[in-house]
């Protein structure tokens, strides 16, 4: 075996197996929350180029940082799975079917669900601290983007990329999408590029704490793939790789 086909073995072979075994054993019955998810993605995109159903898509899953905040997180749910309307809808459905539908696999519907939202719950209210900061601090954002319209999945891609990788020890996966959203805000400095790295940031702090827990003593919740998703036992599905 080469260098390199060992390395990619290391870095993702108990992730590949957890995924396949899942697949082989339940096929699609494996990810049913993913599929769901799909499901509604193309429904909110086919509703919101409608006439009469763009400003219904916008009134429960649209975010702006110039809106009250109760009315944000009252949205923010629904807002993974509104399509942003300038970028094609085939790119948000494969982001949702092949980051979701893994992570469904190993970490759970339920803790999908959970990481999903906090990536992009700190990607929405990073916006309204970014505004406060303003331009001017490297870390601000100008007022022009508290109308600017916050949806998709793409923190929660991001986010659940990134957990996936790190609880499946495949580092270098995590560190090269971490990369690449530097990349991106380097290239096109806006409102969604630091919102990604913001979903990052959450994510590390969820990855701490989920370390810090089980160097405490805590039991690894894993079952939670095979009560949540219904998944066949595996590497990951039960006892995925610890941080310990």
Request: a positive charge; glycine letters at 10%.
């Amino acid at each position: 075996m080469s260098t390199l086909a060992r390395y990619a073995r290391a870095e993702w072979g108990p992730l590949f197996s957890t995924v396949r075994d899942a697949l082989v054993a339940r096929r699609w019955r494996a990810v049913p929350m993913t599929l769901t998810a799909v499901c509604l993605t193309a429904a909110f995109q086919y509703v919101q180029n409608q006439p009469w159903g763009y400003q219904f898509v916008q009134n429960i899953g649209s975010v702006r940082a110039e809106e009250p905040l109760w009315l944000a997180l009252l949205r923010t749910p629904l807002s993974l799975f509104v399509p942003a309307l300038d970028l094609p809808v085939w790119g948000a459905l494969a982001q949702i079917l092949l980051v979701f539908g893994i992570a469904e696999i190993c970490l759970g519907w339920w803790r999908t669900l959970v990481i999903g939202y906090a990536a992009t719950l700190a990607g929405t209210l990073y916006a309204r601290v970014g505004i406060e900061l303003g331009p001017g601090n490297p870390f601000g954002l100008p007022a022009s983007d508290a109308q600017v319209v916050d949806t998709g999945p793409s923190a929660a891609v991001v986010g659940l990329a990134v957990f996936v990788c790190w609880r499946y020890r495949a580092y270098f996966t995590a560190a090269l999408v971490t990369a690449m959203m530097v990349a991106e805000l380097l290239v096109k400095d806006n409102l969604a590029g630091k919102e990604h790295l913001a979903a990052i940031a959450a994510v590390v702090v969820l990855c701490a704490v989920s370390a810090a827990f089980h160097r405490g003593g805590g039991t690894r919740s894993g079952s939670g793939s095979a009560s949540g998703s219904g998944a066949a036992a595996g590497p990951g599905s039960e006892n995925p790789p610890t941080q310990s």
